[in-house]
């Protein structure tokens, strides 16, 4: 797998966007990397910018980057709402794929370095890049913030890791370092009040407050037997938050990251806000998400919602974000679109997914086109969807059935499985195609010579096993997902039992078509133990699928009948 890392610089700057721009020119300029996200903020006044490539190139457009910020931005002139002390306040570096956090973390120390050295602004590691688990926390580190770290960077301590002991008075200093994927969540009040705001983020952020007898605000420190203060732990793990104002829509807010979203995800975050918020008289009136979230927060977020409605969570991926964003009221300041917010979405290859984009009319004229792909396996891959989508539906419609409300979990269940296999035969309509492109790439190869005829015949083998294998995958999903048609022609809602026999008769016309690709691609290999094994278990599952077709339309008729 390549190596894919995302960058996540915050600029000190939320309302030139022309500085903005300039910024992010820099970043695109850069071979490699891809610009994810521009979020601005003009109340914080600034800009959280998101963008992925390749480790070398990351470095190189942070670089850039940081010392563009660091020409336009005038730290001495900087208000906002936000805690910073620099330019580029705050630079993470997050591994995505085929990378470590060990080796993302190098990556962050070479960028530090160069930063400090050439552009000679004091930079401080944090997270995964310090080595001083003292100074590791990116609040403790910017504790002062600009304005106090002109006295703070002269203390032995907070001598800077890179970069000269001073700190600039037009740039600041900066933060670089390496660090899981972090959240940036605001969740929405009805109130103007920072300090009620900041006792809601006390009462919920793992850190909690400090323990005052008496007044929680104002009466005197608890300390224990050493003198240290006795702090209250919040009730959310790995979440950090703070009350504040914000001018610009009128509200105050709890602003949060949630450094770990398998610990405590965007649900729970808003769920528990939404509880302390009540204890003390104030409603949550909808939430904000800074910057880019994994699609996994979101679909999880969409069935924690349907589930505490009794509701089936076998829907399609586009209802459940449409559920989360609902529930989360991520849509109240502004629209939110998941194709600009979902971090999958944006690097998302449209080009290899090209006919399930297609309308009905569009993919059924391709499909008659002069063009030899979509072809049968394809055209089986999509059928094994529609089938296990009408399995789907009778599931649906039987965990929502009156009277029926007992057994809404053991039919969202059947829902779910369902949904999974047709997410899966989706993707294959198009691999199927796509495999088809490969052999037709592999004839395409240069033969003048024996070396090239040698690695042509090699491609063409390697693509032609590949597209064996596609079809004969397809023949698997769709016998599996027979055992929700069989299901839910057994105990589905009966007045639907017929769908789920339309339902068998697609997966096994998709599991006989998909065959007879893998039996003519099959037919063209070199490698014939290979092909010998795949049409022996080909024929054992075309023979099982025929069988358990009988099967449900036996049930299908006897329950008409």
């Known amino acids: 797998m390549n190596q894919l890392i995302e960058c996540v610089p915050n600029f000190s700057e939320g309302n030139d966007m022309n500085i903005i721009k300039q910024i992010t020119n820099e970043i695109e300029s850069v071979e490699g990397v891809k610009l994810l996200n521009v979020d601005p903020g003009k109340a914080t006044n600034r800009t959280v910018v998101t963008f992925v490539g390749n480790p070398e190139a990351v470095v190189n457009a942070a670089f850039l980057a940081i010392k563009k910020a660091g020409e336009l931005i005038d730290m001495s002139k900087h208000n906002g709402e936000h805690p910073r002390m620099g330019a580029t306040d705050v630079c993470p570096l997050i591994p995505i794929a085929g990378i470590t956090m060990e080796e ?5 120390k070479k960028l530090g370095a160069r930063v400090g050295k050439e552009l000679n602004i004091a930079v401080y590691l944090y997270e995964a890049a310090q080595a001083d688990k003292k100074r590791a926390n990116l609040s ?7 304005e106090g770290f002109f006295k703070k960077i002269k203390l032995p301590e907070w001598k800077p890791d890179f970069g000269p002991a001073e700190h600039s008075v037009k740039s600041g200093s900066t933060v670089i370092g390496a660090r899981d994927f972090l959240v940036a969540y605001n969740v929405n009040l009805n109130t103007t009040s920072t300090r009620r705001a900041n006792s809601i983020a006390f ?4 850190a909690g407050r400090v323990k005052r007898e008496g007044n929680p605000v104002t009466g005197k420190i608890v300390t224990d037997e050493k003198g240290n203060p006795v702090n209250i732990p919040g009730s959310l793990k790995s979440v950090k938050a703070i009350g504040w104002y914000i001018e610009e829509y009128g509200i105050a807010q709890i602003s949060m990251n949630l450094t ?21 008289g104030i409603r949550v009136t909808g939430s904000e998400l800074v910057g880019l979230i994994p699609l996994k927060a979101m679909l999880d977020a969409g069935r924690y919602f349907l589930e505490k409605q009794n509701r089936s969570t076998g829907v399609s991926e586009k209802e459940l974000i449409k559920i989360a964003v609902k529930s989360l009221g991520l849509d109240e300041l502004a629209p939110f679109k998941p194709e600009e917010r979902i971090i999958e979405y944006l690097l998302k290859d449209d080009l290899t997914a090209r006919l399930i984009k297609m309308n009905l009319v569009e993919f059924a004229n391709e ?6 792909a979509p072809g049968g396996g394809s055209i089986s891959a999509y059928v094994g969807a529609l089938g296990i989508s009408l399995g789907t539906m009778v599931a649906n419609l039987s965990s929502h059935k009156p009277g029926w409300d007992e057994r809404w979990k053991e039919f969202s ?3 779910e499985k369902g949904q999974h296999f047709k997410n899966e035969l989706l993707k294959l309509v198009d691999e199927d195609t796509n495999a088809f492109n490969k ?11 024996d070396e090239e ?9 390697d693509a032609t096993k590949y597209a064996t294998k596609v079809p004969f995958k397809v023949m698997q999903i769709c016998f599996d997902s027979m055992e929700v048609i069989k299901a839910m022609a057994e105990t589905g809602n009966p007045n639907s039992v017929t769908d789920a026999g339309v339902g068998a008769l697609c997966a096994r016309t998709a599991v006989m078509g998909a065959f007879l690709n893998v039996k003519i691609n099959a037919a063209g290999l070199t490698d014939k133990n290979f092909s010998a094994e795949i049409i022996l278990k080909g024929n054992e599952i075309e023979n099982k699928t025929q069988a358990l077709e009988t099967e449900i339309l036996k049930l299908v008729n006897s329950k008409i009948q």
Not at 203 to 206: F, G, K, S, V, Y
Not at 439 to 449: H, V
Not at 453 to 461: D, G, H, Y
Request: with cysteine; proline share 5%.
């Open 140 to 146: 403790v580190i910017r504790g002062g913030e600009y």
């Open 439 to 449: 052999i037709m790439a592999a004839f395409g190869l240069p033969k003048s010579t």
């Open 367 to 372: 499909t008659a086109s002069e063009s030899p």
């Open 104 to 108: 993302t973390a190098e990556y962050a």
């Open 203 to 206: 009462d919920a952020r793992e």
């Open 413 to 415: 269940d059947w829902a």
């Open 260 to 280: 770990n979203i398998n610990i405590t995800p965007v649900h729970i975050a808003f769920d528990e806000v939404c509880k302390k918020a009540n204890e003390r």
């Open 453 to 461: 005829k040698k690695a042509r015949t090699e491609s063409i083998q």
